[in-house]
């Protein structure tokens, strides 16, 4: 896969109408103004409550009005999301069911609905599976990428210090990719070796990203020259902050060139940060901090990991396994 940068024209498609698209509209101006969700987990919510909306003018000539659905319906919509060569996974099906939960909550609040449609009605059962990850070796292989493709004249020096700081310190600090795409210039603290992030619900916590991922980050502002502190640290096109898209893009052409993989995601560079923490004897709680779980038991899953690969390593390696 190259790395040619490609320009293209496209023309804006208007997002498709569907019913109650001005109670949907409402309700995500509510989720960004007074609940301070981020721009990615509206867009989701209202992806989920389109897809609903679509399915049920189809299926029943649901004409808008929420208060009308009953939990039939809502049963149907999951039972065929499930079939034909477009289903969706159960983890996507929970998902949607679970930002038309908290919509029918909100309609509630608002005295919109009596009752929520959904109540009583059962999902299907998720898939107990563990989080993805990698080895310290491929990480390492991974993170040598950006240099290499600029050594063979694939990218550019400008892209190279970019993305080889944006790959040091989602590992390193374990963010996730918004979390990566909001920094700015005045949220690294050089000298304390910290980075200030916003991470979800609009929560700051400070998180060490170690020396390797510092000595990226000063190369990078050294290359960019900026003085602001408010402006971006990692930039796209026209010095606009790097979409999230970009740099997923740009790590698929990276774990190409190093044949890695080509199923791991941004997000698996924080699960691997944190089972990786686990390995060397972090404290599950400093580990908590780390990734800014709510909850201990969010994280308590890379236990689960670090104890399979235990096991199977004690399988191989015990005389009597």
Known sequence: MGFKTIRSEFKTVPAPKFPGAGTVSVFCAHLKNERRLSP????????????????????????????????????????????????????????????????????????????????????????????????????????????????????SEAQCVRDTAALETLYGGGLRISELCGLTLGAVDFPAGTVRVLGKGNKVRIVPVGEVALDALRALKDFLGETSREAPLFRGNGGKPLAPKTL??????????????????????????????????????????????????????????????????????????
């Open 40 to 155: 990615y987990t509206i867009r989701n919510y209202e992806e989920s409550l389109r897809d609903f909306a679509l399915w049920a003018k189809k299926a029943c000539g649901f004409c808008g009005d929420f208060s009308s659905l009953t939990r039939r319906e809502l049963r149907d919509f999951i039972i065929e999301r499930q079939r034909g060569n477009e289903a969706l996974s159960r983890r996507t099906i929970h998902n949607r069911i679970s930002a038309l939960r908290t919509f029918f909550r909100w309609l509630r609040m608002r005295e919109k609905l009596k009752t929520s449609p959904l109540t009583g009605v059962a999902l299907p059962k998720l898939p107990k599976s563990l989080p993805k990850f990698l080895t310290e070796k491929q990480v390492g292989e991974l993170l040598a990428m950006p240099r290499q493709a600029y050594e063979d004249k694939l990218i």
């Open 248 to 321: 997923q893009r740009w790590l698929k052409k990276y774990l190409a060139l190093a044949g890695l993989p080509m199923d791991i995601t941004p997000h698996k560079l924080r699960h691997s940060c944190a089972t990786h923490m686990l390995e060397h004897d972090a404290a599950l709680r400093l580990v908590q901090e780390q990734l800014g779980h709510v909850n201990l038991s969010t994280t308590q899953i890379y236990t689960h990991i670090t104890l399979a690969r235990l096991k199977a390593a004690y399988k191989k390696a015990h005389p009597r396994a």
